[in-house]
């Protein structure tokens, strides 16, 4: 590794402001020497370590001498556009240059991204789309035509359309496809299969997972960056939703409006009027069950556990039943297309959500975690089911299917220790490393701890907050990214900081993020406040942003049932759900929030922690001894003073 991190190493040929970094190469060293012995590794980085060329450049080396596959797997779409875009890019230099050898890699999207040719021309030849989406046809038509590898963010299609012609796995038929030769998901497919590298989100993975390992080719090696959310998006993948959107969707997959469907070519008089009795009970006692569903949540509470069978979903499962066995004896009539695979995935999709339905109405919950959540703007609800400990499925589809797992983020121990994480992975013996950032925390960041606010509980919280975050806009000149814990909150402070700041205020609950986070960069000066997803993978460098005010500690909704149902079983197992899981997950969320500050090296500025807690109780030594050594205030007057420093090295 030291012929390519070193200071005279083949890094530093290729990239003209290339920085030697004793981190990266201890980083790339420590992957090189586990992924040999195999096993599982939790590797902590922090910003600045240049991470993703640390782990490909030893992973792929390995890879490549052993013939092995390599999966790198991100949380986000960021991520994962750096990765093909700007860091693979630079390693297959280095690969070429260095060693002489090519690879292939591929960026591998789910199913539903990529157009299937088949289910367009049968919605074509069965007239099933509206004269006013005609347009949109022509369109998809052209890009069939042209021959090009498109998927959905290629076209301007509705999601209706999209629904119609988005490949579905269930009635695919592979290379016995007439359109095989010409179809956009199997060429993709094709480079896949013929890469070194896949590149895909978490949530593709584990829903390869679900699928038995048979969408994604055969890989041996994984990493996982963006660590630090697989627990959870493993536990949605790997769990089940139902809702009376899905049941919806499925239904008009036999009937629908005046588009042509399957229900009408049902030839068998009494069948046909039995299967179109059935589909209309069972849209009438689906809309029913899942208003029922709603009522069980308490209208002060988005979600609702359900500890035992919800056993009202009896007759649904009847209805169901019965209209299965109906279409099924009418299978004759739909032995040939533009009918046939349009039935059968019709078919398996019903019967998918039917398992799910049974799951709930009639099994026990021990294993997994059943909850309701209302559903925004209409009288209905989401069924959702995961799996309480995701350990043992970690175990039985990761460690021991695959010869090697990393898990890399900036944000996986707590305290230095990475235990937490590990316990929630079910990964007890893995090796570890952490490593902290080169970036200068020490004389760039300002910890802001005011010690004169009351805390969460205690009232005047939320004026106290308000009033602290415009001084704190007022003394940064704007440029603040403020972070919240709850919808609720950010929708009661943000209008009482517009009472006593001029600065534009881009709110995420007044626009979507996409759009608040572009209006903000477009207006210097003004300040960004967001909830949950503003506190990791924002990129704000340079002047974007000096000044980060974190109201809350984060920690995790006690009585979101996930959440709930997790630490039952820690105490059923003698841990203290507070200490074992409350206090590292909010420690984890908080790194996160404090590194959105300092993005580059040169960039500067002050995190201020309105959140009393920190300082008064005995756990919050644990939040600040997590994150990197700065300077720490209690004085205004010393964000004042630091701030007037702008662009300078020195301290207060
Ligand atoms: S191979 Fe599959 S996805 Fe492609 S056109 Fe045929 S059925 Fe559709």
Redesign the pocket.
């Known amino acids: 590794m030291d012929e390519i991190f070193g200071r005279e190493g083949c890094l530093s040929d290729i990239l003209p402001f290339y920085e030697h970094r004793t981190q990266q190469e201890e980083m790339a060293s420590f992957l090189a020497r586990t992924i040999s012995s195999g096993g599982i590794a939790f590797i902590e980085a922090g910003t600045g370590t240049g991470k993703t060329v640390a782990y490909l450049i030893p992973a792929l080396e390995y890879c490549l001498r052993e013939n092995r596959i390599l999966a790198v797997t991100t949380e986000t779409k960021t991520l994962q556009k750096q990765l093909v875009d700007k860091d693979l890019p630079i390693v297959k230099k280095i690969f070429s240059d260095h060693y002489g050898i090519d690879f292939r890699y591929s960026l591998c999207l789910g199913s539903a991204n990529?157009p299937?040719?088949?289910?367009f021309e049968l919605m074509i030849g069965r007239g099933g789309f509206l004269f006013e989406e005609k347009d949109q046809v022509e369109d998809i038509s052209s890009a069939f035509e042209e021959g090009k590898t498109f998927t959905r963010y290629d076209l301007n299609v509705s999601p209706l359309i999209w629904k119609e012609i988005e490949?579905d796995s269930d009635?695919?038929?592979?290379f016995d496809?007439a359109?095989?030769k010409t179809?956009p998901?199997?060429r993709a497919r094709k480079e896949w299969f013929s890469s070194q590298l896949l590149v895909m989100n978490h949530y593709l993975f584990f829903s390869n997972v679900a699928a038995g390992k048979t969408y994604l080719p055969k890989f041996d090696v994984v990493i996982f960056d963006e660590a630090h959310s697989v627990e959870q998006i493993a536990a949605r993948q790997l769990g089940f939703n139902l809702s009376y959107g899905l049941l919806l969707d499925i239904l008009e997959r036999f009937h629908h409006r005046n588009k042509k469907m399957l229900l009408p070519k049902i030839k068998e008089r009494s069948i046909q009027d039995e299967s179109r009795a059935l589909f209309f009970e069972i849209e009438k006692e689906g809309r029913l069950y899942f208003e029922n569903a709603r009522k069980m949540t308490d209208d002060r509470k988005r979600s609702f556990r359900v500890k035992s069978p919800l056993t009202d979903g009896e007759y649904l499962l009847d209805l169901i039943d019965r209209f299965i066995l109906a279409i099924s004896s009418a299978e004759a009539d739909f032995a040939d297309e533009p009918y046939k695979?349009e039935y059968e995935a019709a078919r398996s999709k019903i019967a998918s959500f039917k398992n799910a339905l049974s799951t709930i109405t009639k099994k026990s919950t021990s294993d997994i975690v059943v909850w309701i959540d209302r559903e925004d703007n209409v009288n209905s609800a989401t069924i959702y089911g995961a799996p309480i400990d995701t350990g043992p499925l970690m175990e039985l589809e990761i460690y021991s299917f695959y010869d090697y797992t990393a898990f890399i983020s900036a944000t996986l121990a707590v305290n230095n220790e990475f235990t937490f994480i590990k316990n929630r992975l079910g990964a007890a013996e893995a090796e570890t490393l952490s490593l902290d950032s080169p970036f200068d925390y020490a004389s760039r960041v300002l910890l802001y701890l005011p010690d004169d606010l009351p805390s969460p509980q205690e009232t005047g919280f939320t004026d106290a907050i308000a009033e602290r975050s415009a001084r704190l806009i007022t003394a940064s000149g704007g440029n603040c990214l403020i972070l919240f814990t709850s919808y609720e909150m950010l929708k009661d402070v943000i209008p009482r900081i517009r009472i006593l700041v001029g600065n534009e205020i881009f709110s995420q609950s007044e626009s979507d993020s996409v759009k608040a986070v572009a209006d903000y960069c477009a207006a210097p000066g003004s300040v960004l406040a967001g909830t949950h997803s503003f506190w990791q993978g924002l990129d704000l460098p340079g002047d974007l942003l000096t000044c980060v005010i974190i109201t809350k500690l984060p920690f995790p909704v006690p009585d979101r049932p996930e959440i709930e149902a997790r630490t039952e079983r820690l105490a059923e197992k003698g841990v203290n759900p507070f200490y074992g899981f409350h206090v590292p997950s909010a420690v984890i969320q908080f790194k996160q929030g404090f590194g959105r500050l300092m993005r580059r090296n040169t960039d500067r500025g002050v995190v201020a922690v309105l959140d009393s807690r920190i300082v008064t109780k005995g756990y919050g030594k644990t939040f600040i001894q997590s994150i990197p050594e700065c300077i720490q205030s209690s004085s205004f007057k010393d964000v004042e003073r630091f701030m007037k420093k702008k662009g300078k090295q020195t301290a207060i």
Do not use: E, L
Request: with cysteine.
């Open positions: 990529y299937c040719r088949k289910r490949r009635m695919c038929g592979g496809c359109y095989s179809c998901f199997q695979s």
